[in-house]
């Protein structure tokens, strides 16, 4: 049982270090299998046989359900108690890393993707509620501070550790990996994180909405996937028109539903929308970015998984560096130059990636080639990503503050989710494209103009409609972020629930809760 009443957690006591520690590691597990497969797919395709479409799905299945569903997750925690949620959570994701860990081909092992982001949907938004609850008031900010720098932290060195799993003992190591970690997890939350439900949840669960969306969003990316492999099929035409169809459906279902889990309203706030947009566009170009990088860097450049992981490591590590200081400079000078200049600086980057080829695995090629290139790409993230949360808070009620950075996160996951479906499609990659270099490398080059034009694009529209929010009468009921210290290159950090502050319609639990959840 528990051994600390609910709210009343101090940090430095063992408790809070064991509370801290436990939401770390349940949220680090989603965390990681977001970012260290990428390292891992040109193995799983030589071990597998199988083209590239296989490969995509490998990433896009655990999107897919995460994305869909990580808001009912943070719902289903207020309701029926953040701890267990959490548990289950964290065993249903040990039990699809193990069915991954020994899938026998690839279609078990996107199957078992894809209950992976089922797990990752319960347990991460119940990491965040979990602190947010336990811990007493004057140490939460503190608390939450905790929770995203160590979890930054793990973000940051998973392409490594997936390197040097793929290369070692073998990729399938990279989900093994969750079970001691899970074993772990496991009793200290039983053991010691008090129970916590919210008292004012009630309604009907958005489910219908959450599987339309879901189910709108496999569609579309099954017709991308699929179109460079059956051309313009009737199945692959029909897939698509039938996702855009569900997507118009599940939108007038949102607006009709008493307890939407997308509330249409939050989206009259106009700078939430625009810069729900440029999320769009910034976290496109991020999915299409890593996804194609860590093939190019290993079947043309030449790199083992390890290497290419630790390639990539400078633009987490500049993340984690100089994201706080970032966020406040975003709060100084307001939000639309960091949100013009950062997208910009990361497309020049993403440009400077077109030196990457055959030689480029060498020391002196590693520096002229690929640091430059990784190096910018970092520089650009922490211009834009806190400065983008920020202005995700400061652009709604206080009360919303937690939906609407679910709904953000949510956003940049679809976003990157498209783009590993859209870019090889548009680029040209036949679906034995990266078992040839010379033809990945030609797609590669094509692909990643497409992937800088969604951050000029991007920064365009910031540099046109954002504005510096105007000062609240009452500071306190602007929401700040408490994740200042983070490395979203899957999606924007996410906040916890912000208190009430007599906002009108903060009592309405679908339109305050679903952004409990948070990770990244």
């Not at 299945?61 to 997750?73: D, E, Q, R, V």
């Not at 996937?225 to 279902?253: D, H, N, Y």
Request: aromatic share 6%.
């Amino acid at each position: 049982m528990p051994d600390a009443e609910t709210g009343a957690i101090r940090v430095a006591s063992p408790t809070g270090r064991w509370v801290i520690l436990t939401t770390v590691l349940g949220s680090s597990m989603a965390l990681l299998d977001s970012t260290v497969i990428n390292v891992a797919l040109p193995r799983i395709g030589k071990d597998f046989g199988t083209d590239l479409a296989a490969l995509q799905w490998t990433v896009n299945a655990y999107m897919l359900t995460l994305a869909g569903l990580i808001l009912l997750g943070g719902a289903l925690g207020d309701r029926y108690g953040r701890r267990r949620v959490f548990v289950v959570g964290v065993v249903w994701f040990a039990t699809a890393s193990v069915m991954c860990g020994i899938a026998p081909n690839a279609v078990v092992l996107i199957a078992a993707r894809a209950l992976q982001g089922i797990g990752g949907a319960l347990l991460t938004p119940g990491s965040l509620a979990l602190i947010q609850a336990s811990f007493h008031p004057d140490d939460r900010a503190r608390a939450v501070g905790l929770w995203s720098g160590l979890g930054g932290v793990g973000a940051a060195i998973g392409p490594f550790v997936g390197g040097w799993l793929v290369d070692g003992p073998g990729w399938r190591w990279v989900f093994l990996l969750n079970v001691p970690v899970a074993a772990v997890c496991l009793p200290v939350a039983l053991r010691h994180v008090p129970e916590s439900r919210d008292p004012d949840a009630h309604g009907r669960f958005d489910v219908l909405g959450a599987v339309l969306g879901a189910i709108a969003l496999a569609l579309v990316t099954y017709a991308l996937i699929e179109a460079p492999g059956q051309g313009a099929s009737g199945v692959v035409i029909g897939a698509a028109v039938a996702g855009i169809v569900l997507g118009a459906v599940f939108v007038q279902v949102e607006r009709r539903r008493a307890d939407p889990m997308l509330p249409p309203s939050v989206f009259a706030s106009r700078q939430f929308t625009v810069v729900n947009i440029i999320t769009l566009c910034v976290y496109a170009a991020l999915g299409g970015y890593f996804f194609l990088s860590a093939i190019q860097l290993q079947v043309v450049a030449g790199y083992s998984a390890l290497g290419a992981g630790t390639a990539l490591l400078p633009t987490t590590v500049l993340m984690l560096l100089f994201s706080a200081s970032s966020g406040e400079l975003g709060q100084r000078i307001g939000p639309r130059i960091p949100l013009t200049v950062g997208p910009l600086v990361a497309a020049a980057g993403m440009l400077l990636m077109l030196r990457v080829g055959p030689g480029s695995n060498s020391v002196s090629g590693y520096f002229t080639d690929v640091l430059p290139a990784v190096g910018v790409i970092g520089v650009g993230l922490v211009t834009v990503v806190a400065p983008l949360t920020a202005t995700v808070l400061a652009s709604v009620d206080t009360a919303r503050a937690g939906l609407a950075s679910g709904i953000n996160n949510a956003a940049a996951r679809a976003a990157g989710l498209i783009a590993v479906a859209a870019l090889p499609l548009l680029a040209g990659m036949g679906p034995e494209a990266y078992r040839n270099a010379d033809e990945f490398a030609v797609t590669f080059r094509r692909a990643m103009p497409m992937c800088a034009g969604l951050l000029v694009l991007g920064a365009l529209i910031a540099w046109a409609t954002v504005r510096k929010p105007a000062a609240a009468p009452d500071e306190k009921r602007k929401a700040r972020p408490e994740c200042t210290v983070h490395c979203g290159v899957v999606a924007p950090p996410l906040e916890p629930e912000h208190e009430d502050v007599e906002t009108p319609g903060a009592n309405r639990p679908s339109e305050r809760r679903p952004g409990t959840a948070g990770a990244d």
